[in-house]
């Protein structure tokens, strides 16, 4: 991620536009991720819906065990 290319000029969501030349930066206006390479934003976004899929796995899990072994006898 130190690797520096050179500067480029990136708008993001919300229409500022910034030059970089990292791979990538945060926006100075409201604070996304902005990329250098449109590819790097798409493996962030898969990266992003992983992490949240591990998140919602282990709760749906605790849940689980929760209602199997806390709950139930209780019922
Ligand atoms: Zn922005």
């Given at each position: 991620m130190t690797t520096a290319f050179p500067p480029k000029e990136i708008t993001c969501d919300c229409g500022r536009t910034q030059t970089i030349s990292m791979e990538a930066d945060w926006c100075e206006k409201c604070a996304n991720r902005i990329f250098y390479h449109e590819k790097h934003k798409n493996r962030y976004k898969w990266h992003t819906y992983y992490?949240?899929?591990?998140?919602?796995?282990v709760f749906t899990f605790l849940a689980y065990v929760f209602m199997e072994l806390i709950a139930k006898p209780f019922l």
């Open positions: 992490i949240y899929g591990i998140i919602i796995s």
